[in-house]
């Protein structure tokens, strides 16, 4: 199982990526990844959610994420503000942010992250 | 210590309790609460609800909230996310210090940010009417970020990485930056989305970065121009986040444009990459347009330029404003403000020119 978080905008609007990969984890580490992505129910979330987040009535400064989960033969992303990021979402977010074995990187506005 | 009265969403029983003793402080104290509460969509139902046990509806809670003079309350939103929000309430208006170091620079620079919008424009608060000055620390676990959530302020700790622990209070003109996002939503309203969200992030750096000028009583040649000096964390390298002088040098990462020629067309696709069309990019243009302008004119930069800025943004533009309305408006200010044939005038005319907007 891969996870990916691209977190964008902020104060900073800079893009954060964070990645993860059950092989580069810890065995412990990589069963709490299936178990919080299960807990989320993440591959039944809608892609989208929160209409009110997007397009011009967006928050200023506030987070938006993209969280993309691929496990074997599937792979779903789901596109949130901050603010409307489901709880499970949220955990697993906040969980990856810290777990040893993660891979990030910091990049400008609509560039790719660095390799 | 008694409890909070009305942390978080309080619970139905003490509402019904202040409803039963009439007790007008505490009902005014529940209804500021909710108000408070009334921009979070996931509370709508039990924003509404407790309104109606309390027998007022939103006007009148925003009511309340409004004639509160500008007080500031300070809450410790306990590492929770949105739901936890505003949080428990740790330090009111005219309380003495507490330990928190966060607590207390966050109630500072409110204190900073509204006596400078008072004192210099005679705007009572962010509203124009007085609005209760709220705001939350401690939000989730090393967020990286603070904002304006539609109704008041909240900080996280930084993680070190983009911010330093402790840093996102540290500096009045972040503070600043955020209270305006609050100003600029009840006047121009500015969609947060290219042209009109880079004008929406530009204004919170204008004023941010004068709040600061102000404290230090600097002319606009003095100034650093600096938004977010010195709160970097070990990820980025440089002097801060933004310069408003020199676009595009604050750190490694920083790539504003500081004119037309570097603007970064992204789309506004809800991919967090591209940043709602690159407000925090292109927001570099109109900042250096201001900058230019409040260097040429001379002098305190809250008193000219600033003023100019400051009826643009209230008075004379609209929710889809572009760059190219934004430089006409500022002319037409300082025209009415300073004179036609004034310096004023040519000063604004000639920075927009500069950076290639006109």
Known sequence: MRVSVVRGGGLAGLVQTTTADSESLAPGDAETLRRKVDEAGFFDLPAEGG??????????????????????????????????????????????????GRRESLAPPGEPPPP | MPAPPFCCIAP????????????????????????ASTALRARRTAVARLLRELGADHETALGVQSRAGGRRTVYDAGHGGESALPGKKVRGEGDP???????????????LT??????????????????ELISSVHYG??????????????????????????????????????LTHGVTQMTAALEYSKQPG??????????????KQHRLQQTADEADWLIGAGILGTALHGRALRSMKAPGTANDLDRQAGSMSGYADLPDDND??????????????????????????????????????????????EPGSDFRAAADATIAAAGDLFG???????AVSAAWKDVGVL
Not at chain 2, 13 to 35: I, K, P, S, Y
Not at chain 2, 124 to 129: E, Y
Not at chain 2, 147 to 175: A, E, H, P
Not at chain 2, 285 to 302: D, E, K, S, V
């Open chain 2, 12 to 35: 139905p029983d003490l509402l019904a309790a202040v409803a039963e003793r009439g007790d007008a402080g505490d009902r005014e104290a529940a209804l500021r609460t909710l108000a």
């Open chain 2, 114 to 131: 509204y006596r400078f919008y008072k004192d210099v424009y005679g705007r009572d608060s962010i509203d124009g009417k007085g609005m």
């Open chain 1, 51 to 100: 209409p009110a987040e997007r397009g011009p009535s967006a928050p200023p400064d506030r987070f938006a994420y993209a969280v993309t989960v691929e496990d074997a033969d599937r792979a779903h992303t789901v596109r949130r503000g901050e603010p409307d990021l489901p709880d499970g979402v949220r955990d697993l977010v906040d969980w990856l942010s810290s777990v040893p």
């Open chain 2, 141 to 178: 676990t090393d967020f990286d970020n603070a904002f304006w959530n539609g109704s008041q302020m909240v900080y996280g700790d930084g993680s070190g990485r983009i911010f330093v622990r402790g840093g996102l209070t540290k500096d009045v003109d972040v503070i600043a930056h955020e």
């Open chain 2, 97 to 111: 210090p507490v330990k928190d170091a966060a607590v207390n620079e966050a109630y500072d620079g409110a204190g």
């Open chain 2, 198 to 211: 880079a004008l929406n992030e530009s204004f919170s750096d204008v004023f941010g970065s004068l709040v």
């Open chain 2, 340 to 346: 036609a044939a004034g310096a004023e005038r040519q």
């Open chain 2, 272 to 317: 967090p990459k591209n940043d709602n069309g690159g407000v925090h990019i292109n927001s570099g243009i109109p900042n250096r347009a201001f900058y230019l302008a409040a260097t040429a004119i001379g002098g305190h930069a809250w008193e000219a330029a600033g003023k100019i800025w400051y009826v643009t943004l209230t008075e004379r533009l």
